[in-house]
């Protein structure tokens, strides 16, 4: 098999093993339950939403308690510094789409940059934190949403777990090890740092208790006093200090003037059913563009050559349309639905070789990110995604607060004209992109996953397997994966497609001849993606599934 780099230590795996949870057992079977079921990368997230559920709350409330809880025990993915996006389905009704994402800075502009010798914005560093945290204001708009639904669950119920682990103190995951490690370089030198997340200036040993009190009393605060004390409050106040002493460019006036919004989701009526995903600035426009091309190949069968060499041709062409248009819609010339158009599709469909790879795109956005889903004994549905960008975000940490910035704005360019420039108060590019689908047999599925640039790929491999081909949902997230190849932490992404060791050999060994470049990466490898999805049928059961390559579980009851 020459020509095919490895990328698991210089082994070359080539088995068909089934998916194994941590004590080697298959992930095959899916959950399934009446009365109500949470899905995220966390076992005691999930487990927190599910208790929220357990005592009458909706979907949004439970989605809530979960997201808050990832921000404690998994903070290199999420926080209450980054950024949100939902999915909002009640039986009956049009989807809701809240969009949660934070502009740049009044005084964050491309001369800020120059002066300061940057050619590219940084990564990591005060300068990297310059976009607003928009993650809490989505909350308040999805609670609005459940106050309909008669929600009446308070703040400080919901956020109880995720308090309890952050004042007594909770595991250390092996992802959050992993990642504090191979950031460790550019993390400790970071404001407020190494006092919040090392111990002894290293990382930290999987299984070691880490405390996040000040991150307690933020949540408390944000309990008693509402959630818009985050932007414009006591809260606010601190958070802005903090971001001006660490040498942020943001400030308290930034904060103020964000606005969570309440938008119409991007869909697609396909066959099996009507997709839908968000819309700009966010990638969710190429998730439905490489679903509605891939439909029109005719693929009948899953996980072999004309199912990936399918995805990936599909996917290089949403990815043309995403990075040639895609940016803050306050500055799109023109509209995301275009490409959504029968026509629109049809000719691009006819740009796929079906049995030849066509050149690589460029090199995407990573990211680390924290997708959950959760659907009541109502129906009702949430997907939501939140992230930090970069594992750690900015990795400036504002010590009275507690919490860790993003780092969304370094998808900002520096050059005027790309699509993606920088300019005061816009918002950037968005790899966020939950998914949701209501199919032609009654059933509703919310589904999503990490993965920066490769989100729209891994969902699709979950989506095609279950909707188009009949899996199960816990098979179509345990299967092998693969996508466009990426990097972590802002290094670089090698070329070609990165795919998981248990495929069959004919299988790579027909990529390879159809012109893909191939990387061969251990099993159940984080580098694609931690998936998840719930299903609920027209007869009320709910099927679930939670990611191998994740710490993750499905709860229900």
Known sequence: MSGIAT??????????RPATDRNSRPMLNSPMARRGMVTSPHHLASQAGLAVLREGGTAIEAAIATAATLGVVYPHMTGLGGDAFWLIAEPGKPPVSIDGSGAAGAKVDLDLYRKAGHKRIPTRGPLAANTVAGAVSSWQLALDVSGHWGGRLPLRRLFEDAVFAAREGFAVSRHQAAATQRGL????????FAE???AKRKAPAPGSVLRLPALADTLERLANAGLDDFYRGEVARAVAAGLQAAGSPLRA???ARHRGMRRRPLSLNLPCGHLFNTAPPTQGLASLVLLG???RLGVTEADGFDHIHGLVEAAKLAYRVRDAHVTDPARMSIHATTYLEDGVLDRMAWEIDKAKASPLPGAGAEGDTVWLGVIDGQGRAVSFIQSLFHAYGSGVVLPEVGLVWQNRGCSFSLDPLHRNSLEPRRRPFHTLSPGLARL???RTMVYGTMGGDAQPMVQAEVFTR?????????PAVSAPRWCLARGLDGAPAPAGIQLESRFA??????????GHQLQVVGEWDSLLGHAGALLRRADGIIEGAADPRADGVVAAF
């Not at 990328?7 to 088995?15: A, K, M, S």
């Not at 370089?185 to 407020?192: I, M, S, Y």
């Open 466 to 474: 279950v909707a188009l081909y009949g899996q199960g949902l816990q």
């Open 7 to 16: 990328l698991d230590g210089g082994r070359q795996f080539r088995n068909n």
């Open 440 to 442: 032609k047999d009654g």
């Open 293 to 295: 091309l891939y439909q």
């Open 253 to 255: 006036e930034d904060l």
């Open 185 to 192: 370089a550019d993390l400790k030198r970071q404001p407020g």
């Open 196 to 198: 919040t997340f090392l």
């Open 505 to 514: 050999p004919q299988v790579i060994q027909r990529l390879e001849q159809a």
